[in-house]
Antibody
Framework: QVKLQESGPGLVKPSETLSLTCTVS?????????WGWVRQPPGKGLQWIGS???????NYNPALKSRVTFSVDTSRNQFSLRLTSVTAADTAVYYC???????????WGQGTLVSVSS | EIMLTQSPGTLSSSPGERVTLSCRAN???????LAWYQQRPGQAPRLLIS???SRATDIPDRFSGSGSGTDFTLTVSRLEPEDFAVYYC?????????FGQGTRLEIK
């Protein structure tokens, strides 16, 4: 059974870079599927950030594309998110997800709260 | 980008009652690639329905989905205490994936 677990700093200063890692267990990230990120500001709805394939192919939400970068570490079975020039509006719970074309988001991490504050 | 509008924003109901939640898209959702999720406080969203009407694994049959094109509904036939939560619709037919703003189902 696949499990996803987010990790990273819970506090980031404005204008700095937010970096999160998702560790996948129970499934090799090179075996298929895309791997993605969804975020949720406190008390608000869900926003798709984008996804990546282990080969490096990516797709980003146009709303965030200029600030987002994904990467994959197949040796550690991890994938990562970098979001640059953060502001308070980037404060959110960040979820990593497993993504399959033509399918909904069936597998989610538990989420990690990242606050942007000085 | 496909925009999804959910209504109502908040729904008050009682255990045992039947409720219907709505999700409307601003353009057709091809292949009925529309999903519903339930989110309880402090938890990740949980998939309930995919393909507009197919229940996910281990989802009770009191949850049902219907609709096509631009109009979709989620029905809970007999509310249980654990069903009071926030519900989101999501389309995965075209990039970027988008979500509705959510319907909060609260105990009356």
């Amino acid at each position: 059974q696949v499990k996803l677990q987010e990790s990273g700093p819970g506090l980031v200063k404005p204008s700095e870079t937010l970096s999160l890692t998702c560790t996948v267990s129970g499934y090799s990230i090179t075996s298929g599927y895309f791997w993605g990120w969804v975020r949720q500001p406190p008390g608000k709805g869900l926003q798709w950030i984008g996804s990546t394939f282990h080969s490096g192919s990516t797709n980003y939400n146009p709303a965030l594309k200029s600030r987002v970068t994904f990467s994959v570490d197949t040796s550690r079975n991890q994938f990562s998110l970098r979001l640059t020039s953060v502001t308070a509006a980037d404060t959110a719970v960040y979820y990593c997800v497993r993504v399959r074309g033509g399918r909904p988001l069936e597998n989610w991490g538990q989420g990690t709260l990242v606050s942007v504050s000085s | 980008e496909i925009m999804l509008t959910q209504s109502p924003g908040t729904l008050s109901s009682s255990p045992g009652e039947r409720v219907t939640l709505s999700c409307r898209a601003n353009q057709s959702v091809s292949s009925n690639y529309l999903a519903w999720y339930q989110q309880r406080p402090g938890q990740a969203p949980r998939l309930l329905i995919s393909g507009a009407s197919s229940r996910a694994t281990d989802i009770p049959d009191r949850f049902s989905g219907s609709g096509s094109g631009t109009d979709f509904t989620l029905t809970v036939s007999r509310l249980e205490p654990e069903d009071f939560a926030v519900y989101y619709c999501q389309q995965y037919s075209s990039a970027p994936i988008t979500f509705g703003q959510g319907t909060r189902l609260e105990i009356k």
